[in-house]
């Protein structure tokens, strides 16, 4: 690539501040479970092949797909989670601003590697994310540490970063009170979805299997190199 001008490096430094202030307003959003805010606000809205993926659901394509799993879907899983709440706690009430009630979603943002085209149109970051979750798993409100990576490609519209493609890769999950080797050798609970839930419309772009004694270190998500325009990359 050509040798960047002070005032191209300095938009570059500019870019990659606005990018993690897109994703740490997608964590800040997700604990609120504000995922309406969140799509209308941060995701591409006008660009072709938007897309969400994660190992437990599968990949989601296209904004109405992502409305579908990760607003519509978040909404029934909310439902689900009132009444399964007012089961154990009858003194809770039936009503709309207790969807998500008891439960806690703290994702954090670590380790950030950010690249943006030379062309300035799209980026590429990923990122570690350690977190716990505190949600119905059965019929026992359950604390959990979760680990996860994140891979996104971001894009550019109206002079705006918004989310393009976003892959989570989760490395485990486990009662607070378990080692994630444990939880791993246990045998696999069903998912607990309901079961209208969204079914992804794509398939996977790669396997990437929960911590186990059996699993192996992989290079995913692969990091970001330089590049100058979309073409010349991956996606995520």
Same mark, same amino acid.
């Given at each position: 690539?050509?040798? $960047?001008?002070?005032?191209?490096?300095?938009?570059?430094?500019?870019?990659?501040?606005?990018?993690?202030?897109?994703? *740490?307003?997608?964590?800040?959003?997700?604990?609120?479970?504000?995922?309406?805010?969140?799509?209308?606000?941060?995701?591409?809205?006008? +660009?072709?092949?938007?897309?969400?993926?994660?190992?437990?659901? !599968?990949?989601?394509?296209?904004?109405?797909?992502?409305?579908?799993?990760?607003?519509?879907?978040?909404?029934?899983?909310?439902?689900?989670?009132?009444?399964?709440?007012?089961?154990?706690?009858?003194?809770?009430?039936?009503?709309?601003?207790?969807?998500?009630?008891? +439960?806690?979603?703290?994702?954090?943002?670590?380790?950030?590697?950010?690249?943006?085209?030379?062309?300035?149109?799209?980026? $590429? !970051?990923?990122?570690?994310?350690?977190?716990?979750?505190?949600?119905?798993?059965?019929?026992?409100? +359950?604390?959990?540490?979760?680990?996860?990576?994140?891979?996104?490609?971001?894009?550019?519209?109206? !002079?705006?970063?918004?989310?393009?493609?976003?892959?989570?890769?989760?490395?485990?999950?486990?009662?607070?009170?378990? *080692?994630?080797?444990?939880?791993?050798?246990?045998?696999?609970?069903?998912?607990?979805?309901?079961?209208?839930?969204?079914?992804?419309?794509?398939?996977? +772009?790669?396997?990437?299997?929960?911590? *186990?004694?059996?699993?192996?270190?992989?290079?995913?998500?692969?990091?970001?190199?330089?590049?100058?325009?979309?073409?010349?990359?991956?996606?995520?």
């Amino acid at each position: 690539m050509a040798k $960047k001008s002070l005032e191209e490096m300095v938009q570059r430094l500019n870019d990659i501040h606005e990018i993690q202030n897109v994703m *740490s307003l997608h964590e800040y959003y997700h604990t609120a479970g504000m995922h309406k805010e969140e799509v209308e606000e941060i995701w591409a809205q006008k +660009t072709p092949g938007v897309s969400w993926e994660t190992g437990d659901l !599968g990949r989601f394509e296209g904004i109405d797909a992502i409305w579908k799993i990760y607003v519509d879907g978040k909404a029934m899983m909310g439902e689900a989670n009132l009444k399964g709440m007012r089961a154990l706690y009858p003194q809770i009430e039936d009503k709309k601003e207790n969807m998500f009630i008891g +439960t806690m979603n703290v994702h954090m943002l670590t380790t950030p590697m950010i690249e943006v085209a030379g062309d300035g149109k799209t980026a $590429k !970051g990923i990122w570690m994310s350690p977190g716990h979750v505190t949600q119905l798993m059965g019929d026992k409100l +359950t604390a959990c540490w979760m680990w996860e990576k994140y891979a996104v490609d971001f894009v550019k519209e109206d !002079g705006k970063w918004k989310i393009w493609h976003f892959h989570v890769y989760t490395d485990f999950q486990t009662p607070y009170e378990k *080692s994630w080797l444990e939880t791993s050798l246990e045998p696999k609970l069903p998912p607990g979805f309901p079961p209208d839930f969204p079914k992804s419309n794509k398939p996977m +772009t790669d396997d990437y299997s929960q911590y *186990s004694p059996f699993t192996t270190p992989k290079n995913l998500p692969r990091p970001p190199v330089p590049y100058e325009t979309f073409s010349d990359t991956f996606s995520y």
